[in-house]
């Protein structure tokens, strides 16, 4: 498996911090922190770049979140559906146990296909 950064991480936002790596053929967006309303936006531009500027799977690595939100899932859905539009899947990989909690509990787990 070879990781070559696409970015550098960005720098931390009210808690977050946003690194975009390569995967074969997958890009990777690995969130560290805290994942809520007022890193929303930072999180959305990310990934608004990689969906316009990358090909093929998006996998999102909840490994490091200490907390995860409802704005932060919504955010995730939406790129899920935009890149399903064009064939392309969004996957969780290892999400952390609040993630998975709250991924499970507003019935999204389904629809974030865990890698």
Same mark, same amino acid.
């Given at each position: 498996?070879?990781q070559?950064?696409l970015?550098?991480?960005t720098p &931390?936002i009210?808690g977050?911090t946003?690194s @975009?790596?390569?995967?074969g &053929?997958?890009?990777?967006?690995?969130?560290?922190?805290?994942?809520?309303?007022?890193?929303?936006?930072a999180?959305?531009?990310a990934?608004?770049?990689?969906?316009?500027g990358?090909?093929?799977? @998006?996998?999102i690595d909840?490994?490091?979140?200490?907390?995860?939100?409802?704005?932060?899932v919504?955010v995730?859905?939406?790129?899920?559906a935009?890149?399903?539009r064009a064939?392309r899947?969004?996957s969780v &990989?290892t999400?952390?146990?609040t993630?998975a @909690?709250l991924?499970?509990?507003?019935?999204l787990?389904?629809a974030?296909? &865990?890698?």
């Amino acid at each position: 498996m070879t990781q070559s950064t696409l970015s550098p991480s960005t720098p &931390r936002i009210y808690g977050l911090t946003v690194s @975009v790596l390569s995967e074969g &053929r997958a890009t990777i967006v690995a969130l560290r922190g805290e994942a809520d309303a007022a890193t929303v936006p930072a999180l959305s531009e990310a990934l608004d770049r990689i969906i316009a500027g990358r090909q093929g799977p @998006v996998i999102i690595d909840l490994a490091e979140t200490g907390f995860i939100d409802s704005a932060t899932v919504r955010v995730l859905s939406r790129a899920a559906a935009v890149l399903a539009r064009a064939g392309r899947p969004l996957s969780v &990989r290892t999400p952390s146990r609040t993630a998975a @909690v709250l991924l499970d509990l507003i019935g999204l787990a389904p629809a974030l296909a &865990r890698d």
